[in-house]
Nanobody
Framework: QVQLVESGGGSVQAGGSLKLSCAAS????????MGWFRQAPGKEREFVAA????????YYASFVKGRFTISRDNAKNRLYLQINTLNAEDTAVYYC?????????????????WGQGTQVTVSS
């Protein structure tokens, strides 16, 4: 059974940084692309970033504007999201998800396993 557990969220002031982690267990982590999504209060879940199975290809939502970096460590079965220059609009629950294949996708329906989420709250 595949399990994804996010950590690293918290409350930060605008302009600060956070590094989210996602620990994967079960399955073969290195065989699949991974992604980060987020859901703000009253809004739909949206794509944030994705990384291919090897880490050689990444893709970001347009609102990221160079502030986020997705990475992975296949030896440790870990996915990361470094978030810099946080602003109030980044307040959301952040979810990691495992794709159904090796390559990146922005569509939630292309991901079959999801974590429980980690809360990020940014105060101005």
């Amino acid at each position: 059974q595949v399990q994804l557990v996010e950590s690293g969220g918290g409350s930060v002031q605008a302009g600060g940084s956070l590094k989210l982690s996602c620990a994967a267990s079960g399955g073969t982590f290195s065989a699949y692309a991974m992604g980060w999504f987020r859901q703000a209060p009253g809004k739909e879940r949206e794509f944030v970033a994705a990384i291919s199975w090897s880490g050689g290809s990444t893709y970001y939502a347009s609102f990221v504007k160079g502030r986020f970096t997705i990475s992975r460590d296949n030896a440790k079965n870990r996915l990361y999201l470094q978030i810099n220059t946080l602003n109030a609009e980044d307040t959301a629950v952040y979810y990691c998800a495992r794709a159904q294949g090796r390559w990146t996708s922005t569509a939630a329906h292309d991901y079959d396993y999801w974590g429980q989420g980690t809360q990020v709250t940014v105060s101005s």
